[in-house]
């Protein structure tokens, strides 16, 4: 398998054009990630899908961003109107959940080599 | 590329003890993140070190890069059932991240 797959690695944008960053998860899995990584904070978490339906959405800065997953092999992430506080890289992330009573563990999510934002 | 190792891969512990968890990096770590996974949930930002000697706290959980900036550990005291988890350091490669394999912390009741 090729891993996940997000495209473009690099863009560069103007202030208040629209962003479309996309992301291809390994086949099989049925949870996708978006992450955001900035300098102090690392990694947080934007939004997940389970099954494609969207979980938690409570890492989305505001309603400028966006996300869809209309199906297993694809997913979106949209900027709208970007600034330039949006420049970062973004992850997308895929992962297989099992279902299994208790539910204290956890599974590995596989990381696409993300792409970075600049908004100028 | 860096490496980083975690360790140990699985913890297995009774409510109310201490634990600590390690991460050992090939190289030297300029920003060192710890991050703690739920069941069927994404990652949480707990910390970042980047000093050597750095120590952070939040609650019960304390993190710390040793001198060398080349190993942290993260020590949880007096350890609960919402502990448990998968517990995974990272460091910024370059714009690339780098993530250790994951520590997967029990916590019995």
């Known amino acids: 398998d090729a891993g996940v797959i997000q495209s473009p690695r690099h863009e560069v944008t103007e202030m208040g054009q629209e962003v479309t960053l996309r992301c291809k998860p390994i086949?099989?899995?049925?949870?996708l990630f978006w992450y955001r990584q900035t300098m102090m904070r690392g990694l947080e978490l934007l939004i997940y899908?389970?099954?494609?339906?969207?979980?938690?959405d409570s890492g989305m800065p505001e309603d400028r961003f966006s996300a869809k997953m209309p199906n297993a092999s694809f997913s979106t992430l949209k900027i709208q109107p970007s600034e330039p506080r949006d420049s970062a890289v973004y992850f997308c992330?895929?992962?297989?959940?099992?279902?299994?009573?208790?539910?204290?563990?956890?599974?590995?999510?596989?990381f696409g080599p993300g792409t970075r934002l600049l908004v100028l | 590329s860096q490496e980083l190792e975690q360790s140990p891969q699985s913890l297995i512990v009774q409510e109310g003890k201490n634990l600590t968890i390690n991460c050992t990096s090939s190289?030297?770590?300029?920003?060192l993140y710890w991050y703690k996974q739920k069941y069927g949930e994404g990652l949480i930002f707990l910390m970042m070190?980047?000093?050597?000697?750095e120590e952070k706290s939040h609650e019960k959980i304390t993190a710390k890069l040793d001198e060398k900036k080349q190993q942290s550990s993260l020590h949880i005291t007096a350890s609960q059932p919402s502990h448990a988890g998968i517990y995974l350091c990272?460091?910024?490669?370059?714009?690339?991240?780098?993530f250790g394999a994951g520590t997967r912390l029990t916590v019995k009741p």
């Open positions: 190289k030297t770590l300029y920003g």
């Open positions: 899908f389970n099954n494609n339906v969207p979980i938690d």
């Open positions: 992330a895929s992962s297989f959940r099992r279902w299994t009573s208790g539910g204290d563990g956890g599974e590995t999510q596989y």
């Open positions: 990272g460091a910024d490669a370059g714009g690339d991240m780098r």
């Open positions: 070190l980047q000093k050597g000697g």
């Open positions: 086949s099989g899995h049925n949870s």
